[in-house]
């Protein structure tokens, strides 16, 4: 099967897009676009591969399925439109960025964060769809076969990645990950229902960078907006 997805990731899943799952979730996610409203637009599905590819991935964020609201999903996990609201966990992130590094200014109104993805952060949901004002409608479709196989390709082809598992629900892909070969750094969710548990003064922003300095890499610049 042909699917349009950055080349690197193309030929990192090429064993995917022929197995009977990805055959049948394709035709499953064609159909709910058909039938009703579907996030993100179908164009950026796979937006988070084609924004950081396979050969430039140097932190993996992994979220769980995109925002349901109107205009807010745009393939990337965290990460809204410019011009779209904040939505309260990704508020929270660039609350911990801010304290993690000493920065006293404001968090940044831009919510788009295909400007850490072009730097080598992988924005991943483990389910890529979602019908509108329905969470997790699209779980257990197929995308998780897909997107814990692209975690197994980063863990097993690359060296020194950081993971950035944040809540049970990512926390528990960590078992995907070598810990001698990779960095893996986990928390509580960004979420007002879990940030002051443990998400707040995590440090994985200012951890991930050290740990990529050590490793000879670019550290990432979390904070221009």
């Given at each position: 099967?042909?699917?349009?997805?950055?080349?690197?990731?193309?030929?990192?899943?090429?064993?995917q897009?022929?197995?009977?799952y990805?055959?049948?979730?394709a035709?499953r996610?064609?159909?709910?676009?058909?039938?009703?409203?579907?996030?993100?637009?179908?164009?950026?599905?796979?937006?988070?591969?084609?924004?950081?590819?396979?050969?430039?991935?140097?932190?993996?964020?992994?979220?769980?399925?995109?925002?349901?609201?109107?205009?807010?999903?745009?393939?990337?996990?965290?990460?809204?439109a410019?011009?779209?609201?904040?939505?309260?966990?990704?508020?929270?992130?660039?609350?911990?960025?801010?304290?993690?590094?000493?920065v006293?200014?404001?968090?940044?109104?831009?919510?788009?964060?295909?400007?850490?993805?072009?730097?080598?952060?992988?924005?991943?949901?483990?389910?890529?769809?979602?019908?509108?004002?329905?969470?997790?409608?699209?779980?257990?479709m197929?995308?998780?076969?897909?997107?814990?196989?692209?975690?197994?390709?980063?863990?097993?082809?690359?060296?020194?990645?950081?993971?950035?598992?944040?809540?049970?629900?990512?926390?528990?892909?960590g078992?995907?990950?070598?810990?001698?070969r990779?960095?893996?750094?986990?928390?509580?969710?960004?979420?007002?229902?879990?940030?002051?548990?443990?998400?707040?003064?995590?440090?994985?922003?200012?951890?991930?960078?050290?740990?990529?300095?050590?490793?000879?890499?670019?550290?990432?610049?979390?904070?221009?907006?």
């Amino acid at each position: 099967m042909k699917v349009k997805i950055e080349q690197g990731w193309h030929d990192a899943l090429a064993d995917q897009w022929e197995m009977p799952y990805f055959g049948q979730l394709a035709a499953r996610v064609r159909a709910e676009y058909a039938r009703t409203t579907i996030f993100p637009p179908a164009r950026e599905i796979f937006a988070a591969f084609d924004a950081c590819p396979f050969d430039n991935v140097k932190v993996v964020i992994l979220g769980q399925d995109p925002y349901h609201g109107e205009g807010q999903a745009n393939g990337l996990c965290f990460s809204v439109a410019p011009g779209i609201a904040l939505p309260p966990s990704l508020i929270n992130i660039f609350k911990e960025i801010n304290a993690d590094f000493g920065v006293n200014g404001p968090i940044p109104s831009n919510g788009d964060l295909s400007r850490w993805a072009r730097q080598g952060v992988l924005l991943l949901n483990s389910t890529l769809t979602v019908e509108a004002h329905r969470a997790g409608s699209h779980q257990g479709m197929g995308w998780e076969q897909l997107t814990d196989a692209a975690i197994t390709c980063l863990n097993e082809r690359k060296e020194n990645i950081v993971f950035l598992l944040w809540g049970s629900y990512a926390i528990r892909k960590g078992a995907l990950i070598d810990r001698s070969r990779h960095l893996v750094l986990t928390s509580p969710h960004p979420s007002p229902l879990s940030a002051h548990r443990g998400f707040f003064g995590n440090h994985h922003f200012s951890q991930a960078n050290d740990y990529l300095v050590k490793h000879g890499k670019t550290p990432i610049d979390w904070i221009t907006a």
